[in-house]
């Protein structure tokens, strides 16, 4: 098993910035991209910004040149630079990581971990 633990998230008046921060813990894992998504009220959950292993990186439109994503793969752990934000960015932010798991048994590829979220409002 894989937990991630997000924290950051706040209230910010528009043109604000904040920083998300996620960090994996666990036994005998590896993480292959390591990302976050939102989901606001009423709508589906969708992707904000992923970060591969070999560090290629992957922004939805709303965010590309406010939001940028970073990791650190010796402490597994990735955060989200989030600047120039509006009111549309408030949601609740979740961390998603594909991880491989390593046991006894053998291993689990490709296995999706979520943190429980962290709220983001961005007032106006």
């Known amino acids: 098993q894989v937990q991630l633990v997000e924290s950051g998230g706040g209230l910010v008046q528009s043109g604000g910035s904040l920083r998300l921060s996620c960090a994996a813990s666990g036994s005998s894992f590896s993480i292959n991209a390591i990302g976050w998504y939102r989901q606001a009220p009423g709508k589906q959950r969708e992707l904000v910004a992923t970060?591969?292993?070999?560090?290629?990186?992957n922004y939805a439109d709303a965010v590309k040149g406010r939001f940028t994503i970073s990791s650190d793969n010796t402490k597994n752990t990735a955060d989200l630079q989030m600047n120039d934000l509006k009111p549309e960015d408030t949601a609740v932010y979740y961390c998603?990581?594909?991880?491989?798991?390593?046991?006894?048994?053998?291993?689990?590829?490709?296995?999706?971990?979520w943190g429980q979220g962290t709220q983001v409002t961005v007032s106006s």
């Open positions: 970060i591969s292993n070999r560090g290629t990186i």
């Open positions: 998603n990581a594909d991880v491989n798991v390593y046991s006894e048994i053998g291993p689990v590829l490709g296995a999706q971990s």
